[in-house]
């Protein structure tokens, strides 16, 4: 148990040490962490925030750590290790970890907390609120139009609130476009099982799915694979422009600039222009998108593509908002 509490205490700093000269700038006074929950490799969400990290790094001169926590405890550990190793601003990248940001932060005022995702705000703690039902709407529109059987699916990791809100925003664009569409929901309860995101795929598009709004991290890979190998299926990506991952099998994907929104943020803090707040990152901010798939498009009826830019040029101007159950779109 000992060697385990050194090691976890040692931890943020030998994430910036081990890469040496290339992750960190020696003198500088601005120092950034990254807690991920899952694995950089994803191509995806995390990948998304490490690169936004390395962005930050070369960018503003920042010196940088990055730790991918195992467990709830670990956020916890983490987080006040890089507090108390005087780090200016730390990022925990997801809804998961404002808990443990709320614990933390009182016992380091000159750090800032962030979490991507997150709602939670204190005298240095921020949240940073993806508007991804926005682009998942639209998405939804896609499928609608794009399924042959009339069943749609969706694949996620864990059940947490913006992932269930996406869900019911693409099932609604989708019946926007064909109100008897059929929507089968699933949930893996992890992030990282490439495995199970593609037995989870093979049972859905066994029951007649054959497009999938996957948003699954690791996991998610998993689902390209089943749709690639079955030829039964089509996949909307999230997080990341997953439009290569499969290109022969995605239609599209729901694209969250990540590296963008961290910069945004990084640079208020390191200007000391930085207030705690909720920052709204959407459409408008155009830090959330839909990207299709160039070499798929022709998949998707001319009305429908002129439907979705019809729709986002309404949501730009606030003249309607994205449900976030299955009710239709409302007039604020």
Not at 248 to 264: C, F, R, T, Y
């Amino acid at each position: 148990m000992r060697l385990r509490h050194l090691a976890l205490a040692l931890a943020p700093v030998l994430s910036t040490a081990c890469g040496g000269a290339k992750d960190a700038a020696p003198s500088s006074t601005f120092k950034v962490a990254l807690l991920t929950p899952g694995p950089i490799s994803d191509q995806s969400w995390n990948g998304g925030a490490y690169a936004g990290l390395q962005r930050i790094k070369d960018s503003l001169g920042a010196q940088v750590s990055h730790i991918q926590t195992k467990t709830p405890a670990e956020f916890d550990e983490n987080f006040r290790q890089y507090g108390a190793q005087g780090y200016t601003l730390v990022f925990g990248h997801g809804f998961e970890y404002q808990d443990a940001a709320l614990r933390v932060a009182p016992q380091f005022p000159k750090t800032i907390f962030v979490t991507t995702s997150g709602t939670t705000v204190g005298p240095n703690i921020a949240g940073m609120n993806f508007a991804f039902e926005e682009a998942s709407y639209l998405a939804g529109m896609v499928a609608g139009a794009t399924t042959s059987t009339g069943t749609i699916g969706c694949i996620g990791g864990t059940e947490l609130p913006p992932v269930k809100v996406s869900f019911a925003a693409f099932e609604a664009g989708a019946r926007r476009v064909r109100p008897d569409v059929k929507v089968v929901v699933s949930y893996l309860g992890n992030w990282d099982d490439v495995g199970a995101g593609k037995e989870q795929a093979l049972a859905q598009i066994g029951r007649g799915v054959d497009v999938i709004f996957q948003n699954a991290d690791a996991a998610g890979l998993g689902v390209f694979q089943a749709a690639r190998e079955t030829r039964k299926a089509f996949v909307i990506g999230s997080n990341a422009n997953q439009n290569g991952v499969a290109p022969e099998v995605v239609l599209g994907s729901v694209v969250i600039d990540i590296p963008h929104a961290l910069m945004l943020v990084a640079r208020e803090v390191k200007a000391g222009t930085f207030t705690p707040r909720v920052v709204p990152l959407g459409l408008k901010s155009d830090v959330v998108t839909l990207v299709l798939n160039d070499a798929l498009r022709a998949r998707i009826p001319a009305a429908v593509l002129a439907g979705v830019d019809s729709v986002k040029g309404e949501l730009l101007a606030g003249r309607i908002v994205v449900p976030r159950g299955t009710t239709p779109p409302v007039t604020p």
